[in-house]
């Protein structure tokens, strides 16, 4: 099984609720199961009984993220599917928004960076 190499950076806040740890590297799957709403569905495997896969993208990682790194507070984190609003997404230093959002398919050495831009007062 292949995987795809990461660089996570949390920052505004966020790192709290990751051990208070700013940065991270990870590993995860190059190639993860297909959600039932996913479009970019493909089979892996010749079998009929092959579990649909697609390619990791952003929206598995944000849920990988929550199930495997984050401490505490997950509603802080994701809501409705996605990173909380205020959550500022940036891709190899671009907008996520410029990117596919959710549907960007990661890459080997991508390095992805969530912003808090909500702060108390």
Known sequence: MST???????????????????????????????????????????????????????????????????KERAELFVENGTVRPGVLVLVNDTDWELEGEGDYQLKDGDEIVFISTLHGG
């Open 4 to 70: 795809i190499s990461l660089k996570i950076e949390f920052g505004g806040g966020l790192e709290l609720l990751f051990s208070n740890q700013r940065s991270h590297r990870i590993s995860i799957p190059a190639l993860v199961p297909a959600s039932s709403g996913s479009s970019s569905t493909q089979q892996k495997g010749e079998g009929d009984d092959a579990q649909p896969t697609k390619p990791a993208d952003l929206s598995y990682l944000i849920f990988w993220l929550r199930d495997n790194l984050l």
